[in-house]
């Protein structure tokens, strides 16, 4: 009787941590850039970055990898979607722009060969993007 009682009280243990609720890890969109007229300021000022005047290496490195993840789901003239979203890696001017284009990435793939694919294929490129564990349950959703 003690045992059923204390049973009720006390929760069940959670889920183990190599559960799929669990072990996601949240991929978060990259800072935006500072707005043009901050990026001017400094740039009078004499503090403006040489990385800020200059094509990025890394944002073309992320937009081939992009491509590449998605080369093999672009045929002829019958892919549209997938020749739209090659066009739109291929014009993104940040990272954070790429970001955004994730899940129309993860469609043609998952249309193309599967969802598991698709998702093997995005944890390869969400390694660009900052991350941060998940929420706990016992977190306030305001926080």
């Known amino acids: 009787m003690f045992s059923s009682l204390l049973q009720r009280l006390v929760p069940a243990a959670p889920p183990a941590a190599t559960s799929r609720l669990f072990s996601r890890i949240e991929v978060c969109p990259p800072a935006a850039q500072p707005a043009w007229w901050t990026r001017a300021g400094a740039w009078l000022r004499g503090g403006h970055d040489a990385a800020v005047t200059r094509p990025d290496a890394r944002l073309a490195a992320v937009r081939a ?50 969802q598991c694919e698709a998702e093997q294929r995005l944890a390869r490129l969400n390694r660009h993007f900052p991350t941060r564990a998940p929420r706990s349950g016992f977190a306030p959703l305001d926080a």
Do not use: K
Request: overall charge negative; glycine content about 2%.
């Open 65 to 114: 990898e992009f491509a590449d993840a998605i080369a093999d789901c672009v045929d002829d003239a019958v892919s549209v979607v997938p020749g739209d979203v090659l066009m739109r890696i291929n014009t993104a001017r940040s990272l954070r722009d790429l970001w955004h284009l994730r899940p129309a990435l993860y469609h043609v793939i998952a249309l193309r060969h599967s």
